[in-house]
């Protein structure tokens, strides 16, 4: 006798109780696409420093949406989906390059830096024969085109014209932040690298905007006193809960005592490279560790003296790409560089203190494998999306959830 098909329950409570059918549902993703990432948000493209050059180009992605962003001859910066309106084959096949044009490979339809339809392979036929019909207008046929800004050296784009300016999006809080970090200078890519992370993308949305797991989960950090709750920061959030920053402070006393007893001190724990943690207060302002996000996949780091975007999309119910980019500043010095260059081994895939971020999700997909109608509990610091002066908080899971589900209507 078949089993019964599994009713998905509802998600009828509060953004306290995030229910686990959430992350598995794949009819949740397709409304996610449709909703979300086509929908009134700014999804990040590229860096504007990817593409200096007239010519230049990346693929991307919006959610699962293929998309291209080129210099146009102008200057200006388009986007277009990376599907060539014939048949739907793509039209850019490797993560950028240089062109004059773009053809598609399949059927030689040629397009321009815009996405616009420049001309039809055999499109008058051979010999007088076949070809297109007479009142076929290339200009009513191409891929979708995208609204596009920048902030900071940074690259966004959205398909809604509903979407409110970059600046309002954000808020003024985290802009300022942004500001400090990418504001005022060009950015320089100095390492980049893809992991594949064993979970829902939402999952990870989580992560970044849980602002009190670092100093538990890594335990690098805590070891060795670069993100404690007890050293000074706190949390930013946006109006709506979009968007968010965590701060950590270098500490203003050496002594700390808040965490003795707990698992991720250890006093055994030596570095034969000290230098590792020799940092500089670049921007004058103590931070040690800062995360930005901008919904709904963009995050900006500082850790130290190396910054980073991470860009994470998802790839099916359970999987996620998460995109690292190591940045500098194009004047830094060769000391500032070679600093930078050597903190880059805090983060990414192996990263000292971010190493445990890679396998995190895997085991919640893990253990809530059979609890599809149980809920995750969202209480730390209150019930509401506000600014605290607090990292014991999940005030910015609760803004992302609040914002998600304004925008897919679950």
Request: with cysteine; charged share 25%; glycine share 10%.
């Amino acid at each position: 006798m078949p089993h019964d098909t599994p009713v998905l329950p509802s998600w009828t409570s509060e953004t306290t109780r995030v229910p686990f059918w959430i992350y598995k549902d794949a009819a949740a993703l397709e409304t996610e696409q449709k909703r979300l990432f086509e929908g009134p948000v700014w999804n990040y493209l590229c860096l504007e420093c990817e593409i200096p050059e007239t010519g230049d180009w990346r693929a991307t992605y919006l959610g699962e949406m293929p998309v291209v962003v080129a210099r146009d001859h102008d200057g200006t910066i388009a986007a277009f989906e990376n599907r060539c309106a014939h048949r739907g084959a793509l039209i850019c096949l490797d993560d950028g390059g240089n062109a004059k044009e773009f053809h598609c490979i399949y059927h030689a339809w040629r397009y321009n830096l815009r996405g616009d339809l420049q001309s039809i392979a055999f499109q008058r036929g051979v010999n007088g024969k076949g070809g297109m019909p007479p009142d076929f207008k290339m200009s009513g046929h191409g891929p979708r085109k995208l609204r596009v800004t920048t902030l900071f050296g940074i690259v966004f784009g959205t398909l809604s014209f509903d979407t409110p300016d970059i600046e309002t999006f954000i808020g003024p809080d985290v802009l300022r932040r942004l500001g400090v970090a990418a504001g005022g200078k060009k950015l320089e890519i100095i390492g980049r690298c893809t992991e594949v992370l064993p979970n829902n993308w939402k999952m990870y949305a989580e992560n970044v905007r849980d602002t009190y797991h670092a100093s538990l989960l890594h335990l690098f950090f805590a070891t060795f006193k670069l993100n404690r709750l007890s050293q000074g920061g706190g949390t930013e959030i946006n109006e709506d809960g979009s968007c968010h920053v965590s701060t950590t402070l270098a500490p203003e006393q050496e002594e700390d005592r808040a965490y003795d007893g707990l698992r991720s001190v250890d006093d055994d724990f030596r570095l034969n490279d000290p230098s590792l943690l020799d940092a500089v207060d670049e921007h004058g302002d103590r931070v040690r560790q800062q995360i930005m996000s901008v919904f709904p996949t963009f995050v900006m780091q500082r850790t130290q003296n190396v910054m980073a975007v991470r860009h994470f999309l998802p790839r099916g119910p359970d999987k996620t790409d998460l995109h690292w980019i190591f940045l500098g500043y194009a004047d830094d010095t060769p000391d500032l560089r070679t600093r930078r260059l050597r903190q880059i081994n805090l983060s990414g895939p192996a990263g000292y203190v971010s190493l445990e971020d890679g396998c995190i999700g895997g085991f919640v997909e893990r253990g809530a494998a059979a609890a599809r109608d149980k809920t995750s509990i969202v209480e730390m610091g209150g019930l509401g999306i506000e600014s605290q002066d607090t990292r014991a908080t999940e005030a910015a899971i609760r803004g992302f959830w609040r914002v998600w589900r304004g925008l897919t209507g679950i």
